[in-house]
């Protein structure tokens, strides 16, 4: 009787991606070659051109991969702030949990269907907040720029030498130790200040909403925001 063959799974585009990642996250941005990639679905790496036809493309579909998971179990809430920051802070924590994919692929634009699912989503909050569509688009990008360019800060810092983010966590010590006469707010402020590996995104991130908050123009007979009457 004929040996029974094991039954191979389809290729598609969902498995590219997730090979990639894969090979990213375990070899960094140089591990993602067609090559590669082949070999990791046993395959052959024509195979993988029939579905896409070059690393960009690649790197791109990577990229919107990560905005999937971020907006996996996403639901709006009835205040728009709330939504900006439940956004903002999936994208931010998708792309900083995949350190090596978001060194290769924070600072593209996909173009594809999750990022427009995302970019849509900050839009219509900020519209509802009462910014004209000039002000909304302006706002989208700082926020989405925002939170891919502190995702990519974070993956940087995850990828230097052990030595070498020690050094930089004891920054606060040094300061400290510093000229009282020279540095008089240094001194003053030295023993509260984060240590490097301590991020700081959603402080900043507050700082974004408030700015918003303040600036907003809310439809008539919405209810005030408690947090700047009382």
């Known amino acids: 009787m004929p040996a029974r063959r094991t039954p191979t799974v389809a290729l598609s585009r969902e498995r590219i991606v997730t090979a ?3 090979l990213v996250e375990g070899g960094g941005p140089g591990a993602l070659t067609f090559r590669a990639i082949g070999r990791r679905l046993g395959v052959d790496a024509t ?3 029939r579905h896409f036809r070059d690393k960009d ?4 579909a990577l990229a919107d991969r990560l905005y999937e998971e971020a907006l996996a179990g996403f639901a709006p809430s009835d205040d728009w702030a709330e939504t900006l920051r439940d956004v903002v802070l999936r994208i ?3 792309f900083a949990g995949h350190p090596q994919a978001a060194l290769l692929a924070a600072t593209r634009s996909t173009r594809r269907e999750a990022e427009f699912r995302a970019i849509e989503i ?5 519209r509802r907040a009462g910014f004209g569509p000039e002000e909304a688009a302006r706002y989208e990008r700082v926020l ?3 939170a891919l360019a502190w995702a990519a800060f974070t993956a940087s810092f995850a990828m230097l030498p052990k030595e070498v983010r020690e050094a930089d966590a004891s920054a606060p010590l040094v300061y400290a130790a510093q000229s009282l006469e020279r540095y008089p ?4 402020c030295a023993r509260h200040l984060p240590p490097v590996a301590e991020s700081q995104f959603e402080t900043a991130l507050e700082i974004l909403l408030t700015g918003l908050r303040v600036s907003s123009r809310p439809p008539a007979g919405a209810v005030p925001d408690a947090s700047l009457t009382a």
């Open 92 to 94: 931010h924590r998708a």
């Open 122 to 126: 900050l839009l219509d909050a900020l």
């Open 144 to 146: 989405g720029d925002y």
């Open 47 to 49: 195979a993988v051109y």
């Open 20 to 22: 990639c990642l894969e």
């Open 185 to 188: 707010r240094l001194a003053e």
């Open 57 to 60: 493309d690649l790197v791109l």
